[in-house]
Structures are given as structure tokens and as C-alpha cells.
């Protein structure tokens, strides 16, 4: 079955500071998405990414796909209270029906 | 504005009572699907819905139905014979099955076994 890990679980930055969270596939992706969650909240798409090499950013967060589809990375530039959540990774199936998500990276920002 | 909408946003439920979650969406998605969310675990599928009349059971369906008797609506039941109910339920819906359609979900149901 298709698995993705985040990392790491959680995180704690100060307000300003730049902070990365990856996402690693055990299979070659079709495509991945970004997801945030507030707490208690439904999910809200960030992003989704499908080619190898691809780059997409919204305001100060910035998403990666590697060139081998297996790895990506959402980094947050200045990072601000308003992104603090806890962020998720999926991916549609290669094989199978299931959509996929990653356990989660809970962010906090002190301000 | 077309999203999806989960009600009620709490919902307690005493011990051997049945429960229903509504999850209903306005974006014409053929494909819906329910999620149990629970702290550490992620999110993990209960029942998935392709298109109406039809749902499938996903990785942790015992305890729970579901009805897909209309395209827009695709209520929860938790049952009493659901061991652990307590958890924040998500609903989702895409546009189609499989590959390639990402999800909108709702904003989620937190249900509390009292």
C-alpha cells in the first residue's frame, strides 16, 4: 500500500523564522497535495503539485516535487501565528482506490 | 459560494445510541467520502461514495453506515456497535474517482461519546 510520512511531527518556531516540512512517498506520486488545518477545523487545500522538479508558492509558503516524484517539501518563509495548524500531505492512488495523507506536522508560532 | 457542510460542528452521543452526521455539498461532485480523524493517527477512511446508489467500505468501516441516495448528501450513522466513536469526523467530496481529483472537505464534526 502507498504510505506517506511527514516530518517532523511538530514543530515550534519563533515568529519571523523560515521552517520546512517534508513529505515522503514510498511510491512514485501522481501528484501530491498540501493541506492546512486549524485546529478543530476542516481541511483547507494549499496546493497540489504534479510534475517532477515543479515549484509552486502562495504568499510565503512555497511548495516543492522532486524530480523523482517521491519527496516534498512546504516551506514557509517569515513564518507568522496566522500559520500556525497542522499541515498534510496527500496523494491520489497509483493503484488502488484511496486517496492518501501523511500523519500531520502540527506548527506553532510564537509570536 | 459552493463548498460543503458538515452539521452539527459538536454532537454528544450517550453510550449505545446512534448518531448521524450530515455531510451535504453543492459543487456537483460525483465522489464523496467520510474520514475519522483522531490525534496522532491521521486521517483514516471509513466509506466512500463514487456515485449515487453505489458507497464502498474503506479501511475502518465496521461500526458506521452510510446512504448516497442523492448526488448532494452523504450522511454518517455511527452505530452503537462502534466501540471508540469519540474522534472529529471529516466529510470530503471531488469532483471525480480516482486519480488526478484532489478533495474540498468540510469543516467537521467533533463527536463525543458522554
Known amino acids: 500500500s502507498q504510505e506517506l510520512e511527514q516530518s517532523p511531527q511538530s514543530l515550534i518556531v519563533q515568529e519571523g523564522k523560515n521552517l520546512t516540512i517534508n513529505c515522503t512517498s514510498s511510491k512514485t506520486l501522481y501528484g501530491l497535495y498540501w493541506y492546512k488545518q486549524k485546529y478543530g477545523e476542516g481541511l483547507i487545500f494549499l496546493m497540489m503539485l504534479q510534475k517532477g522538479g515543479e515549484e509552486k508558492s502562495h504568499e510565503k509558503i512555497t511548495a516543492k516535487l522532486d524530480e523523482k516524484k517521491q519527496q516534498s517539501s512546504l516551506h514557509i518563509t517569515a513564518s507568522q501565528p496566522s500559520h500556525a495548524g497542522i499541515y498534510l500531505c496527500?496523494?491520489?492512488?497509483?493503484?488502488?482506490?484511496?486517496?492518501?495523507f501523511g500523519t500531520g506536522t502540527s506548527l506553532t508560532v510564537i509570536p | 459560494d459552493g463548498g460543503i457542510t458538515q452539521s452539527p460542528k459538536y454532537l454528544f452521543r450517550k453510550e449505545g445510541q446512534n448518531v448521524t452526521l450530515s455531510c451535504e455539498q453543492n459543487?456537483?461532485?460525483?465522489?464523496m467520502y467520510w474520514y475519522r480523524q483522531d490525534p496522532g493517527q491521521g486521517l483514516r477512511l471509513i466509506y466512500y461514495s463514487q456515485i449515487v446508489n453505489d458507497f464502498q467500505k474503506g479501511d475502518i468501516a465496521e461500526g458506521y453506515s452510510v446512504s448516497r441516495e442523492k448526488k448532494e448528501s452523504f450522511p454518517l450513522t455511527v452505530t452503537s456497535a462502534q466501540k471508540n466513536p469519540t474522534a472529529f469526523y471529516l466529510c470530503a467530496s471531488s469532483i471525480g474517482f480516482g486519480a488526478g481529483y484532489g478533495y474540498t472537505f468540510g469543516s467537521g464534526t467533533r463527536l463525543t461519546v458522554v
Open positions: 496527500g496523494a491520489p492512488p497509483i493503484d488502488g482506490n484511496q486517496f492518501y
Open positions: 459543487l456537483n461532485h460525483d465522489a
